[in-house]
Structure formats: structure tokens, C-alpha cells
């Protein structure tokens, strides 16, 4: 799957439509959000799943959310330590949308399939 990262300066159309190509080449996309960015990648989400809708398309959504520290990924271990008591840690929202069911069934999913799968 291919993971889309939405920025504050990408516009929502062309994030919307990036994810609608890539839903209908591979079959699902994980778009992420860090921080503040977060709510825009609801929306580009949410904007995506009610044009599927509207074409008559069904979709499942899964949401991971999670800490992100703003850290090198050179830093060693003791200076990850130290830098974690003196960072503030970024939410990150990644949603995970499918065009067929997880196969993972421990999963909390939304649909819009008929079947509630």
C-alpha cells in the first residue's frame, strides 16, 4: 500500500484524487497526518469516501493514532532518552482506507458495505 503524508501546503483536491487513484490501482492507501495536519487528512478522507459512495463503491477504514518525536533518526539511544524528556511529542493520525475488507478480523473497522463486514 502506498502511504500518502498530507502536508499543510497540499491542496485537498489533488491529495483526494491522489488517494482515489491509488484506491483503484493497488486497492487501498494509508494517508497520514502529523500534528495539526491531522484534521486535513480527516477531511481528505472523508471527501474520498463519499465519492466512492457516490459511485456506488464501498470502502473500509481502519485509524491508528499514535506519538511522533521530532528526533534524527541518528540519534542514539541515550540521546533519545534525553531528547524525549525535552521534546513535546506530535499526534500522528494514519488512516488506513481499503476497497476490500481487512484481513486482520480483530480490527475496528468502518464501512459503508451493506454487510457491515
Known sequence: MKAIT???SNAIRKV???VLQEL?????VDVTGEGK???KAITVV???KRRIGEEGGTWYQCNEVGPVLPLQSTASADEFVALQEKQRT???LT???RATPFADQGL????NARDGA
Do not use: F, K, S
Not at 483503484?24 to 487501498?28: F, K, S, T
Not at 475496528?108 to 464501512?111: E, H, K, L, P, W
Open 16 to 18: 483526494v484524487d491522489e
Open 90 to 92: 506530535v499526534p500522528r
Open 24 to 28: 483503484a490501482q493497488r486497492g487501498g
Open 46 to 48: 472523508e471527501i474520498a
Open 108 to 111: 475496528r473497522v468502518q464501512t
Open 95 to 97: 488512516i488506513h482506507l
Open 6 to 8: 498530507v502536508r499543510h
Open 37 to 39: 495536519v491531522a484534521g
